[in-house]
């Protein structure tokens, strides 16, 4: 059974830099697409940017593109997401999520294309 821990939120102010990660065990971490997705108080739960198998071909979202950047390192079983520039619209819980396939393009921004999730992590953007 696969396992998503993530680390890394906090309380920021806005223009601030944050890294989340998510560390994968259970499983080949390397077989697996991973994503972000985020959910703010009363939302639904948003695609974020996802790093798809076997090219680690990503994908953001328009909100973030150009701000957030994520990688993975399969040596340490864990996925990065690298956040810039933060602003209030950040504001949200972010999870981590695997899918052990390889998603198609129109799916991966789906929730329901990933069957694996983290407990989810805090990111508050407040001066």
């Known amino acids: 059974q696969v396992q998503l821990v993530e680390s890394g939120g906090g309380l920021v102010q806005p223009g601030d830099s944050l890294r989340l990660s998510c560390k994968v065990s259970?499983?080949?971490?390397?077989?697996?697409?991973m994503a972000w997705f985020r959910q703010a108080p009363g939302k639904e739960r948003e695609f974020v940017t996802a790093?798809?198998?076997?090219?680690?071909?990503?994908y953001y979202a328009d909100s973030v593109k150009g701000r957030f950047t994520i990688s993975r390192d399969n040596a340490k079983n864990t996925v990065h997401l690298q956040m810039n520039s933060l602003n209030s619209r950040d504001r949200a819980v972010y999870f981590c999520a695997g899918n052990s396939q390889s998603p198609i393009t129109s799916f991966l921004r789906s929730p329901r294309a990933y069957e694996a999730w983290g407990q989810g992590s805090q990111i508050t953007v407040s001066s």
């Open positions: 790093i798809r198998r076997p090219n680690s071909d990503t």
């Open positions: 259970g499983r080949t971490f390397s077989s697996y697409s």
